[in-house]
């Protein structure tokens, strides 16, 4: 004769088995329903922590103008990863469909390193520059964006360099310099002028 | 004084001797010592920068070993051993100090035997190539512009010493493996630079560019281009054009009676050119094309009403920024006007430099980065005529700094104007109504600001 408290036991496990088996066949469905574009996209790594609000200067070519979108991102503590994060944020909404001024699909902010007194580096991919597309204003317009973004975010930015593969290059794409430093004042200027075209 | 003045004529007179060596380790030059009328260097000092080398004295002989290669040398013997092998040493090893010292001809056998690989020795010119090392150049003169300007292109990035003398500019590659063209003679056909040649002698290389008219020199691509042009007449005022950094300053010969190269009241440069094509305007239109065009027509109308005018260039060739601002700075032209054409947007655009902070200006030399600043404000005032004029003809108009070379190299008022298309359709931008209007508007303001750009104020 069974006893009846192992008789109760053993079916209560065989209801849980099935519970879990009902759950994992569920989860497996969901699984394959996942669009297989965004499993092959780039993972950037994960950033924790609160959100904070930050002003993006957008480029937007449709005026030729610069405008400010803010945005509340998780950002990491730290003052480097903070300004890759930034400038990220900034890159991804270039590279969205409905882009006021569109960069080249796989444009990327490789890192961005802060020396004192006040230097910033960017690095960009290649791609970010040989698929750029050509014309003085449409490249100051990047440029105005990016510069203007992390000094206005990250303080005691006064000069930003910015290199293509860890390299220095002559032009973005034939017309805004690249062989210098970017004075951040005189690019705050530059916003001003860009800024305060009527839309 | 004149016992002074004799030792450093007699200093000059002795040249001290010195061997090359180029690897792809290290590139440097040491000291030849003369024993018994035959020339001599420390192997040991030869050795070190290229590997990890130990030595010892062991009586008359002196042992060497080079990562895992053994040498041994006898004083006074004209043999050694190396990996063993005997080599015939064309004069006595000598040990000094404990310093072993090897006849310089035996250079050729005693370093393939330690180092494993080629050495190519220019031994009259005491230059040793460890691999492939060497640095090669090749000289053109272009001649779309006038003057013409010769243009050296160097496989690695150069810094030579330049100095100039009477009908000449002398570039000494020290520390470069420079090696000779195939004819060591390069003639131009040009009277103002005919020709250029190239020599070798005390571990030392060197480039003679000769010239009818003084000339000067300019770096850029990074080391790995000099341009070489007729040098400006000096005129009253002091100021000397920069020059774009990575090279030391041009050295301005004095005045001379030599004719000077044209003023030009107006330097007109259509950007880009040859291979750079700049924008892609439509499948059928360049960039370059546009602005070459539209420089030509605005070369006619500022002549036609008697501004003598420098097109940058004037055919479908290849000029680099540094050689743009380096033109257009020897013209001591009274304004600068860059052209560009883009598909984006409607009308024109004219754009100033944007000038970084700082200025590392000093006397009468210009900071090549900053070259434009003080000219900013008449560049300003005559972008405004420009608009106003542009405006009178309805042609929408903009006015922007930009981040745009060689504006900030330019020393003289400088501006960019950016050609986009009148209207919805990018042909447009070529038509020759369009291009007229444009062309006159800035021959309008440029005429109109004659005096003041003649002022400078």
Redesign the interface.
Known sequence: MIPRHLKIGVTLMLLVALGMGIYVWHMRGRAQLTEPSAQGAPVAPPVSGPTEQVTLYVAD?GP?AIRTQPANLPLPSGRQEHAEELLRALIAIYLNKDSPHPLPPGSEIRSVYLADPGLAVIDTNSVFTEQH??????E?LT?ASLVETLSANVQGISRVKILVDGR?R??L?????L?????A???H??VA??YS?KE | MVAGAVLLLSGYANEEKRISIYSTAANYTLPVVSRNNHDYVGLFEVLEPLGTVTAKVDGARWKVRYDKVEGEFTNEKPRAKVRGRNIDLPNNFLLENGRGLVPLASLSTLLPAFLGGPVNFHESARRVFIGNVAVHFNAQLNRSSDPPFLVMEFTSPVNPTISTGPGQLRMTFNREPLVPPGSQTLKFDSPMIPSATYSENNGAAEIQVNGSVPLFASFSNNGRRITIAPAPQPEKQAIQPPTPPGGPMPTLPPPSAVPSPAVYFAVIDPSHGGEERGAALSDQISEKDVTLLFARRLRRDLEARGITTLLVRDSDSVVSLDQRATIANAARSKIYICIHAASQGNGVRLYSGLIPAGDASRGPFLDWNTAQSSFLPVTQAVESQVAAELQKKQISVRMLAAPLRPLNNIVAPALAIEIAPPGTTVADVTSVAYQDSIAGAVVAAVVGARARLESGR
């Open positions: 070519d030729g597309r050509s014309g003085i204003l449409v100051e440029i220095t002559e032009t794409a034939g017309h805004a310099d062989s210098g430093f970017y004075d004042t005189a690019v200027l530059l002028q860009l075209r």
